[in-house]
Structures are given as structure tokens and as C-alpha cells.
């Protein structure tokens, strides 16, 4: 699903480059994430258990990083050196985040409580997706069009708000079971909204930074 | 025994001169923009600035702002004795010292001019016979003053004026960073050309120095060789003064400023050497250092940036005491050293 790089293409590549490139990497990885959560509720564990694998066990970034790190602080790019090294390393935190879903998501074998709840799951699902996406637009306009990613990442605020509505109904609906769950089940869907949210909040994080960079170096008339 | 004395002074006069141009080179810290922007090799760039510094120092020094202070601010016919050119050199070294330890970013040619009155004053009541009211130049001490403050107030203006220019012609039409990037390193260059030209007159508005030795060219103490002379010295030790001492307030300014963009740097850089060339094509004394707070502030106000008027309204008390706390110290010196029979 991910392709491997050779060394000596790295190096050709533009820290701008790079860093799309570091973010395609990632944004797919946190697809194959979702896609996976997916597989969880559609109760297809083998797959569920594949695409975890494959984003604990991925390791292309980390030559893009190293590309990247080489590359930076040779740069002559003086006065946007930092905010560019810390762009990439919030790039670079959504891998962790997703690491740390899958390792936690592959420790038990879950069952759903009903399907209202894997409908909504679903719905935050869909808008993780969306805001990683749009939030792989955004790394990749800050070169060309620091208005656009502004935009866009208004709009991930946005959907992260929405998320933050299902969220609660969900960790409401989960509390309020009629059946007395194991505690093992009722910890594992409520760790698993949360870090789908802790992915989401950092993307909103995120956001605000593209944001702080815009107003930051566009000159308004 | 007066005439040794006297000769011993002229010495430790010409000295403190070329100790005070050593200073002048070694608090500038016009070049941390330039090495902020990591244009020049670090080493190369404080070459250059000091070259420049001395070289403004030098290619001035005939007239200019060191004749305003060594000879044109003073009445017809008044002339500076060696011990009062000594006695405002020491009043405007301890006062910048108290400033320093205070942590307060004092004007030496503030200082400077308030002790120069100081002395004057005290000389005309006490020991010259002469009228107060005919010891100075009035107009011209009047034009040194009135340019104390509107050198700053030109300099945020034209600051702010050429910012909304350059923004309405181009900077506002950079879209991305990449753009930004790309234009910026342009800027990084001509902020080179900019700061070797605001040097040059940093160098050239620096009266201090050759002020005093200006003046003991005007007494005829030392003959126009030797003020040539003692001139080039002083150039010379400007540029030492940046290149030995300067480097370590520079680098840690510059460290400040990795993140700031040259566009800005060249804008202060240029509104302040616009105003430095008028002052000294006008042989009036100014401060540096306020014209480049004020001109900071008017790139920030074109901006809209917030501006920290706490601190900015306690640096200008410090700015508007420091010319009569100069003068009275100058003045009490003087007294005193006249009431010993030291002169």
C-alpha cells in the first residue's frame, strides 16, 4: 500500500517536497487506521487485525524524516526554518497517535453492544476521514496558497465540532446500557471514542497552527 | 607644571576618545539583522559593518556632527578648555555606567550634549565670566534638541509609509509561503546593501568621539594632521570595537531575530539610515538606538501589531532625564573639580 523510497531520491526532493510527501505517507496510513476501525465494526477481524499491523509496522516515514531532518537544518530558509521543522513534526505526531490506536485496538477482540452504536462510531469515522484529508490539503497549500489552507482548516474546526456531538452521545449511550457489561468491553469502546477524538483534536490542533501560520506570514492589505 | 598637567590631559583626552569610538563600534548592533538573516558568514559580516562604521567615521569627520560638537554648539568666540572636555567625557561615562547597571538603554550623545551644557553653564557662571545666554549657539543647540525629537517621530513615519507601500505594491501579493520564501531571500540581499549603507552613517552620526577631538582642535591643542590623524584612529577602533566586542550582543540579537523577515529588516534599516544621512548632512546629532525603537514601532503599527507601551513610556523618561541629569552631573563635576583648584 505504501511504497518504499530510495535513498537517493529522498535527497532530490524540496523540504516542501518532502513534507507533502511525509504527509501523503501519513494521511494514508491514518486511512488504512480508519478503514481498519471499519473492519472492526463490520466484525471482519482478520482484515481489523491487517491494516493495524500495517500502520504499527510501517516504516517508510522514517526515512522521509530522515531525508527531511538532513535537509532542514542545512536549509538557508532562516526565518521559516522553525515553523517548518514544527509543521513536519506535527505531521509526524498523527503517526504516533495512530501507533498508539493500533496497539491499543489489537490488545482485545471486541463485540459491539448494537448497531445504533457502530452507526455513530461510523459517523465520527467518516469525519476523521474527512478532516485528514482536508488537513492533507492544507499542509500541501501552506506553499502555494496560505488563504486556502486558512479556509480549509476553518472547515476542519468545524467538522471536529460535529465530532465532539457524536462523542458525548456515544460515551452517553455507553454508559447508559441496560445490560451490565464486562468492564473489559466498556473500557475498550470508551478508550476507542476517545482516541478517535484524541486523533481528531490533535488534527484540530493542528489546524489552528496552519492557521497561526497564515496570519503570520501573509502581509493583509 | 599647568602646561604638563595640560599636555597629560590633551593625552588622556585624545585616549578616552578613541576609547569612547571603541565603545560606539562595540554597543552597535545594526548588523544583528543582517546576521539574523544568515546572509553573510558571520565573521564577514562584522568585517564589513566595521569597515563600514569606520569608514562613516572617517569620511565625516571634517566637518559634520563632530564640528557641531567640538566647535558649533558653543557663543561666538568660546572655546573648550581641555578640562572641560575632560569633565564631559567623565560626566557622559558615568552616567552611561549607571544607566548600564541600572539596565537602562541610555543615548550617549544625549549624554553626551547634556553634559557639554552642563560644563558651559557652570563655566559661564563660575569661572569664564561669560553670559550664560551668549555661551551657546542657541540656534543651533536648539536645532541639536528639536531633532532629539523629531528624528524618532520621522523615523516611525517613514517606517510606516514605506511598509504600506511595499505591501500594497507586493508583499500583500505573495500567496504562499513558497512565494514568501523565494522574495524573501531576495530581501536578504538588499538588506546587505542596507545595512552597509546604515553603517556608514551610524558611523558618520556618531559625534561623540571626534566631537571631543574637534574640540581640541578648535582650542588648539592638536593641529589638523594630528586631528586627522586621531580621526582614522578612531575609525580604526570603531571597527575593532564591532569586530572584537559588538560580536556577542550581535549574535545573541540575531539568535532573537532568526524569524523575522528580512523584508521588515530592510524597511527599519532603511528609514533609519534615511534619517541618520539627513541628521548628519545637517551636522545635528541624533540617537541611533531611539530612531530604530521608533522605527520598529511604525513597522508595527503599519502591521497592527500590538505595541508595549509599558515599557516604551519608561524608556522615554529615561530618554527625556537623561539630557538634564547629564547636564546637572557635568555641571556638579565641574564645580567640583574648580572648587578643588584641579582647575
Given at each position: 500500500?505504501?511504497?518504499?523510497?530510495?535513498?537517493?531520491?529522498?535527497?532530490?526532493?524540496?523540504?516542501?517536497?518532502?513534507?507533502?510527501?511525509?504527509?501523503?505517507?501519513?494521511?494514508?496510513?491514518?486511512?488504512?487506521?480508519?478503514?481498519?476501525?471499519?473492519?472492526?465494526?463490520?466484525?471482519?477481524?482478520?482484515?481489523?487485525?491487517?491494516?493495524?499491523?500495517?500502520?504499527?509496522?510501517?516504516?517508510?516515514?522514517?526515512?522521509?524524516?530522515?531525508?527531511?531532518?538532513?535537509?532542514?537544518?542545512?536549509?538557508?530558509?532562516?526565518?521559516?526554518?522553525?515553523?517548518?521543522?514544527?509543521?513536519?513534526?506535527?505531521?509526524?505526531?498523527?503517526?504516533?497517535?495512530?501507533?498508539?490506536?493500533a496497539n491499543r485496538m489489537l490488545v482485545y477482540r471486541i463485540i459491539f453492544p448494537d448497531n445504533e452504536f457502530k452507526l455513530r462510531l461510523?459517523?465520527?469515522?467518516?469525519?476523521?476521514?474527512?478532516?485528514?484529508?482536508?488537513?492533507?490539503?492544507?499542509?500541501?497549500?501552506?506553499?502555494?496558497?496560505?488563504?486556502?489552507?486558512?479556509?480549509?482548516?476553518?472547515?476542519?474546526?468545524?467538522?471536529?465540532?460535529?465530532?465532539?456531538?457524536?462523542?458525548?452521545?456515544?460515551?452517553?449511550?455507553?454508559?447508559?446500557?441496560?445490560?451490565?457489561?464486562?468492564?473489559?468491553?466498556?473500557?475498550?469502546?470508551?478508550?476507542?471514542?476517545?482516541?478517535?477524538?484524541?486523533?481528531?483534536?490533535?488534527?484540530?490542533?493542528?489546524?489552528?497552527?496552519?492557521?497561526?501560520?497564515?496570519?503570520?506570514?501573509?502581509?493583509?492589505? | 607644571?599647568?602646561?604638563?598637567?595640560?599636555?597629560?590631559?590633551?593625552?588622556?583626552?585624545?585616549?578616552?576618545?578613541?576609547?569612547?569610538?571603541?565603545?560606539?563600534?562595540?554597543?552597535?548592533?545594526?548588523?544583528?539583522?543582517?546576521?539574523?538573516?544568515?546572509?553573510?558568514?558571520?565573521?564577514?559580516?562584522?568585517?564589513?559593518?566595521?569597515?563600514?562604521?569606520?569608514?562613516?567615521?572617517?569620511?565625516?569627520?571634517?566637518?559634520?556632527?563632530?564640528?557641531?560638537?567640538?566647535?558649533?554648539?558653543?557663543?561666538?568666540?568660546?572655546?573648550?578648555?581641555?578640562?572641560?572636555?575632560?569633565?564631559?567625557?567623565?560626566?557622559?561615562?558615568?552616567?552611561?555606567?549607571?544607566?548600564?547597571?541600572?539596565?537602562?538603554?541610555?543615548?550617549?550623545?544625549?549624554?553626551?550634549?547634556?553634559?557639554?551644557?552642563?560644563?558651559?553653564?557652570?563655566?559661564?557662571i563660575f569661572q569664564g565670566g561669560v553670559d550664560p545666554q551668549t555661551a551657546f549657539n542657541w540656534e543651533k543647540l536648539g536645532n541639536v534638541?528639536?531633532?532629539?525629537?523629531?528624528?524618532?517621530?520621522?523615523?516611525?513615519?517613514?517606517?510606516?509609509?514605506?511598509?504600506?507601500?511595499?505591501?500594497?505594491?507586493?508583499?500583500?501579493?505573495?500567496?504562499?509561503?513558497?512565494?514568501?520564501?523565494?522574495?524573501?531571500?531576495?530581501?536578504k540581499w538588499i538588506l546587505v546593501i542596507a545595512v552597509i549603507f546604515a553603517e556608514i552613517w551610524v558611523g558618520a552620526n556618531s559625534g561623540?568621539?571626534?566631537?571631543?577631538?574637534?574640540?581640541?582642535?578648535?582650542?588648539?591643542?592638536?593641529?589638523?594632521?594630528?586631528?586627522?590623524?586621531?580621526?582614522?584612529?578612531?575609525?580604526?577602533?570603531?571597527?575593532?570595537?564591532?569586530?572584537?566586542?559588538?560580536?556577542?550582543?550581535?549574535?545573541?540579537?540575531?539568535?532573537?531575530?532568526?524569524?523575522?523577515?528580512?523584508?521588515?529588516?530592510?524597511?527599519?534599516?532603511?528609514?533609519?539610515?534615511?534619517?541618520?544621512?539627513?541628521?548628519?548632512?545637517?551636522?545635528?546629532?541624533?540617537?541611533?538606538?531611539?530612531?530604530?525603537?521608533?522605527?520598529?514601532?511604525?513597522?508595527?503599527?503599519?502591521?497592527?501589531?500590538?505595541?508595549?507601551?509599558?515599557?516604551?513610556?519608561?524608556?522615554?523618561?529615561?530618554?527625556?532625564?537623561?539630557?538634564?541629569?547629564?547636564?546637572?552631573?557635568?555641571?556638579?563635576?565641574?564645580?567640583?573639580?574648580?572648587?578643588?583648584?584641579?582647575?
Amino acid at each position: 500500500m505504501i511504497l518504499e523510497y530510495e535513498e537517493k531520491e529522498l535527497k532530490k526532493k524540496s523540504i516542501d517536497e518532502l513534507t507533502h510527501l511525509f504527509m501523503d505517507i501519513i494521511s494514508k496510513q491514518n486511512l488504512v487506521l480508519i478503514e481498519g476501525i471499519e473492519y472492526l465494526i463490520d466484525e471482519n477481524h482478520e482484515q481489523f487485525n491487517t491494516n493495524m499491523n500495517h500502520v504499527i509496522e510501517t516504516t517508510t516515514e522514517v526515512q522521509v524524516k530522515k531525508a527531511f531532518e538532513s535537509k532542514i537544518f542545512k536549509s538557508k530558509l532562516i526565518f521559516s526554518k522553525a515553523d517548518r521543522l514544527k509543521l513536519f513534526n506535527k505531521i509526524n505526531e498523527i503517526k504516533n497517535i495512530g501507533e498508539f490506536m493500533a496497539n491499543r485496538m489489537l490488545v482485545y477482540r471486541i463485540i459491539f453492544p448494537d448497531n445504533e452504536f457502530k452507526l455513530r462510531l461510523s459517523r465520527i469515522l467518516d469525519s476523521l476521514k474527512l478532516i485528514s484529508t482536508d488537513l492533507s490539503t492544507a499542509v500541501k497549500s501552506i506553499g502555494t496558497d496560505l488563504n486556502k489552507a486558512h479556509d480549509i482548516c476553518e472547515e476542519i474546526k468545524e467538522e471536529r465540532r460535529k465530532m465532539r456531538k457524536i462523542e458525548f452521545q456515544l460515551i452517553h449511550r455507553l454508559y447508559h446500557y441496560d445490560m451490565d457489561y464486562l468492564s473489559r468491553t466498556f473500557l475498550y469502546l470508551k478508550d476507542m471514542v476517545e482516541d478517535v477524538m484524541m486523533l481528531a483534536d490533535h488534527i484540530k490542533t493542528f489546524s489552528e497552527y496552519i492557521q497561526f501560520l497564515s496570519i503570520k506570514y501573509l502581509i493583509f492589505k | 607644571m599647568a602646561n604638563e598637567l595640560n599636555q597629560i590631559m590633551i593625552i588622556v583626552l585624545i585616549i578616552l576618545a578613541i576609547a569612547l569610538a571603541f565603545s560606539i563600534g562595540a554597543n552597535d548592533e545594526t548588523l544583528s539583522a543582517l546576521v539574523g538573516t544568515g546572509a553573510l558568514k558571520f565573521k564577514i559580516a562584522l568585517i564589513i559593518g566595521g569597515t563600514a562604521i569606520g569608514g562613516g567615521m572617517i569620511l565625516t569627520s571634517g566637518g559634520f556632527v563632530a564640528k557641531t560638537v567640538g566647535s558649533d554648539i558653543l557663543g561666538e568666540g568660546l572655546v573648550y578648555t581641555t578640562s572641560m572636555l575632560l569633565t564631559v567625557l567623565i560626566s557622559s561615562i558615568l552616567w552611561l555606567i549607571v544607566g548600564s547597571f541600572a539596565g537602562i538603554p541610555l543615548s550617549s550623545t544625549h549624554a553626551l550634549i547634556g553634559s557639554v551644557v552642563g560644563v558651559i553653564i557652570t563655566y559661564s557662571i563660575f569661572q569664564g565670566g561669560v553670559d550664560p545666554q551668549t555661551a551657546f549657539n542657541w540656534e543651533k543647540l536648539g536645532n541639536v534638541i528639536l531633532s532629539w525629537f523629531i528624528s524618532p517621530i520621522f523615523g516611525l513615519l517613514i517606517t510606516y509609509i514605506l511598509f504600506k507601500i511595499m505591501a500594497k505594491l507586493y508583499l500583500t501579493r505573495l500567496k504562499g509561503l513558497n512565494q514568501i520564501e523565494i522574495s524573501e531571500n531576495y530581501f536578504k540581499w538588499i538588506l546587505v546593501i542596507a545595512v552597509i549603507f546604515a553603517e556608514i552613517w551610524v558611523g558618520a552620526n556618531s559625534g561623540e568621539a571626534l566631537g571631543i577631538l574637534y574640540g581640541l582642535l578648535d582650542n588648539g591643542s592638536i593641529s589638523f594632521e594630528q586631528y586627522y590623524l586621531y580621526a582614522i584612529f578612531c575609525g580604526i577602533f570603531a571597527f575593532l570595537g564591532i569586530y572584537i566586542a559588538a560580536r556577542y550582543v550581535i549574535k545573541n540579537l540575531a539568535i532573537q531575530m532568526t524569524d523575522s523577515r528580512p523584508s521588515e529588516g530592510l524597511i527599519i534599516q532603511i528609514s533609519s539610515a534615511i534619517i541618520l544621512m539627513i541628521a548628519t548632512l545637517l551636522s545635528l546629532p541624533i540617537s541611533h538606538s531611539h530612531v530604530i525603537v521608533f522605527c520598529i514601532i511604525g513597522i508595527n503599527l503599519a502591521q497592527k501589531k500590538e505595541i508595549e507601551t509599558k515599557s516604551l513610556s519608561r524608556m522615554a523618561i529615561y530618554w527625556v532625564l537623561t539630557f538634564p541629569i547629564a547636564a546637572i552631573m557635568a555641571g556638579l563635576l565641574y564645580f567640583g573639580l574648580m572648587s578643588i583648584g584641579f582647575i
